[in-house]
């Protein structure tokens, strides 16, 4: 899927295109490219078509040095993650789950995926930065927060 998508391996390729994305969602999937089947998880690859009006979809490659200070950041543990941008504003979901900055696990179905995007940059369009998903809570990955020294 590489291929198809862009792929982002360096720190100023990723501030750039959240910087630049104007007026869309940006939708940074957080992956190993290395890795096939982090890769055909989902249908992103063909999502990004349809959502293509409205959002920007780039893959971001965890094995490079460069995007560690991401994964710090947005304290990305587990992949695929995806996380969400509009007019460089990080969009948070308030999904059922205690983390509502970014989405972990993959979209059951290409659909999900548009709806989830969709919900975003309606939002996003009326000024929120964070809004409600749009999908029912059987359809969303569930991970337990587990925190250390607490």
């Avoid at 490079?64 to 993650?81: A, C, G, H, M, N």
């Avoid at 789950?97 to 919900?119: C, L, N, P, R, Y």
Wanted: glycine residues 4%; charged residues 25%; hydrophobic residues 40%.
């Amino acid at each position: 899927m590489e291929y198809l998508l862009p792929t982002l391996r360096e720190k100023r390729e990723v501030d750039s295109l959240i910087r630049d994305t104007i007026d869309k969602v940006l939708v940074l999937r957080f992956g190993l490219s290395s890795d096939s089947v982090c890769l055909q998880l989902d249908d992103l690859y063909k999502s990004a078509k349809d959502v293509s009006r409205f959002a920007t979809v780039a893959l971001v490659d965890v094995d490079s040095p460069e995007i560690q200070v991401y994964l710090k950041y947005f304290d990305i543990t587990f992949v695929p993650s995806t996380i969400f941008f509009f007019n460089a504003h990080h969009m948070k979901m308030d999904s059922g789950s205690a983390d509502h900055t970014k989405w972990i696990g993959t979209f059951q179905k290409k659909q999900d995926f548009v709806d989830v995007v969709e919900a975003i940059y309606r939002g996003a369009m009326k000024g929120k930065l964070i809004v409600s998903c749009p999908l029912p809570p059987e359809r969303i990955p569930k991970f337990e927060l587990l925190y250390k020294n607490v």
